[in-house]
């Protein structure tokens, strides 16, 4: 089995987000940037894919500028075997992304399609969901446990009311929720060896897809701060207040 | 033009995130359409033509829309969109689950997770877990978009009688099937719906201790939550996490107990309209936006407060 994972480079988690001043977007020069967290999974379940003897190839595929190379050789620093960088100076919407990703796809034939749920910067939650559809195979999103066994997928996802167990097939495009395992940290001699493992650059214009935006972003501003109240005493202080200062209970 | 509603149901009642959906709605077109994909959803189909903001029900009753597999489901909203303006369902894991494959379709960009509406182009919506908030604008022919509930007020059920249409179901080769649904069964609300939630954190140590929670909750008909931290040590369900990795909520109270308020939790419960900290650490971020702090030891102040509680109801019957 092939398979195939969906990384993205974006602001790491820890960072504070900061809004640019002239609001027409967030700053993202000289932060620190890392693996979208749930794609730093989907490349865990892979790396366990091969060890477990599931899986005999496992690429990387990324969507970005040159430093996305970054994020590709993390991936490889993890396990991944070889990573493409789909080259993009623009920002894509997950439309875009998604028909990129079909060309690669079409190109590679893996057997599986592993991405986080969703990136934490644009927070769309759609890229996996689309590609799926635009590849007609079956979809697992926000999946929390993954068994595959002779051809047959078993997978938990994660919905509002709890779990959901669905049977499925290969080829299958899964989107990874944080729970579905701990992503492992790439030894000094892995990253090393990540080094010299291949990666190979793809200009998106040479793919023939639209990849103009459909959204324009008009401004993006800071939320409301919410103000700090004030520090109750003791609990009779707290329930009177709640009771006839707040009016809530 | 029309704006058509994706209905999210479990085949009896609608979800609470379908009444939302329709107040957003109503922000763009007075021809507000409801569809609901299910099985044997006559009886839900009746129910939902009261609701006074909807002009027409779309059913589409087949066995096999029973558990929502969004193979099956979404060619048929695709089916329709060319008479809609715009297509709207909740950004719940059942509207993230499916809409995009209409985009996929209908080949237009959805726009996740809108928190306002400005005009029939424009909305406003959070990045970065709520760290920033976007306005962005599209001409595309058909807007597809997921509301966030918790944004938009409940519409009213009754004073309506929409029309009711049935379409036909168009099926579609699915290789997936359903296996099961873990549900965990609570008297208690809704979590994404509750008046009042209460939520604890890691300062509880343990599952058994949660019951205080469970208390206090019972006390206030309040929906349990919890911090991330304490679903990934095993006190509780990942179907109670508040944060942006679980459930976003917007309550008239939230009272987070032995939460230290980390951004990532900050971003599922700052909407809320009184927020309560309980924590022994003076320090822990979560009392920078809570509007009453109480540093206290939770395990003295949980029981205190149910008794305060049980006096106050004494005083007023």
């Known amino acids: 089995m092939k398979v195939l994972v969906a990384v993205k480079r974006v602001v790491d988690y820890k960072v504070q987000i900061r809004v640019k001043s002239d609001n027409s977007g967030v700053e993202t020069q000289n932060v620190k940037m890392s693996v979208n967290p749930p794609d730093e999974n989907a490349i865990e379940e892979a790396v366990k894919l091969k060890e477990q ?63 986080g749920k969703q990136a934490i910067d644009d927070d769309s939650n759609q890229t996996g969901q689309i590609l799926s559809a635009l590849l007609n195979w079956p979809q697992g999103c926000f999946i929390s446990n993954l068994k595959i066994e002779n051809n047959k997928v078993f997978i938990s996802r994660e919905i509002d009311e ?88 | ?64 829309l029973e558990n929502q597999i969004p193979e099956l489901s979404s060619p048929i909203i695709s089916n329709l969109a060319e008479n809609y303006s715009h297509i709207l369902a909740p950004s719940s894991t059942f509207g993230k689950n499916l809409l995009p494959r209409v985009s996929a379709q209908l080949d237009v960009t959805q726009i996740s997770d809108i928190i306002g509406i400005e005009s029939q182009d424009t909305f406003i919506r959070p990045i970065y877990a709520g760290n920033a908030i976007s306005y962005v604008q599209t001409n595309q022919k ?46 208690r609300p809704e979590l994404g719906n509750a008046r009042v939630v209460v939520s604890g954190g890691r300062g509880l140590e343990n599952s058994d201790n949660f019951k205080l929670l469970y208390d206090l909750a019972d006390k206030l008909n309040a929906a349990v939550g919890a911090s991330r931290a304490a679903v990934d040590s095993g006190y509780i369900g990942n179907e109670y996490q508040v944060g942006q990795t679980g459930k976003m909520v917007a309550p008239e109270l939230y009272i987070a107990v032995g939460i230290s308020g980390a951004i990532q939790h900050l971003a599922g419960m700052k909407e809320s309209k009184v927020i309560v900290a309980i924590n022994k650490d003076l320090e822990a971020p979560i009392f920078n936006i809570a509007d009453y702090g109480l540093s206290s030891d939770l395990f003295q102040a949980i029981p205190e407060i149910i008794k305060e509680l049980d006096l106050l109801n004494q005083i007023e019957s």
């Open chain 1, 53 to 115: 003897g599931l899986a005999n190839e496992i690429i990387s595929v990324s969507i970005g500028d040159d430093k996305s190379q970054d994020v590709l050789r993390t991936s490889m620093a993890m396990g991944i075997d070889r990573s493409i960088l789909v080259k993009s100076q623009n920002t894509l919407e997950p439309l875009a992304v998604a028909k990129t990703l079909k060309i690669i796809i079409d190109k590679e034939k893996p057997d599986l399609v592993l991405m």
């Open chain 1, 162 to 249: 709890g779990i959901e167990n669905l049977e499925t097939s290969l080829p299958a495009v899964l989107t990874c929720d944080l729970r579905l395992n701990t992503p492992r940290f790439a030894s000094l001699p892995n990253i090393m060896k990540a080094k010299k493992k291949p990666l190979e650059t793809i200009d998106i214009d040479t793919l023939g897809i639209d990849t103009s935006s459909k959204i324009k972003t008009l401004k993006v501003i800071e939320p409301p701060k919410r103000k700090a109240g004030i520090m109750v005493n003791d609990v009779k202080e707290l329930v009177q207040k709640l009771k006839y200062e707040a009016k809530v209970i």
């Open chain 2, 1 to 64: 033009m029309s704006v058509l509603v994706v209905a999210e149901h479990d085949n009896k009642n609608l979800k609470s995130s379908t009444l939302n959906t329709i107040s957003a709605a109503e922000k763009l077109s007075e021809d507000i359409h409801l569809l609901i994909l299910g099985n044997k959803i006559e009886d839900l189909a009746k129910s939902s033509k009261s609701i006074q903001l909807v002009k027409k029900v779309i059913i589409c009753d087949h066995e096999k």
């Open chain 2, 142 to 187: 058909i807007n597809l978009m997921t509301i966030r509930p918790t944004s938009f007020e409940k519409c009213e059920e009754a004073g309506g009688d929409a029309a009711v249409e049935n379409i036909p179901f168009i099926d579609s080769e699915v290789k997936t099937t359903f296996v099961s649904r873990e549900v965990s069964k609570s008297d």
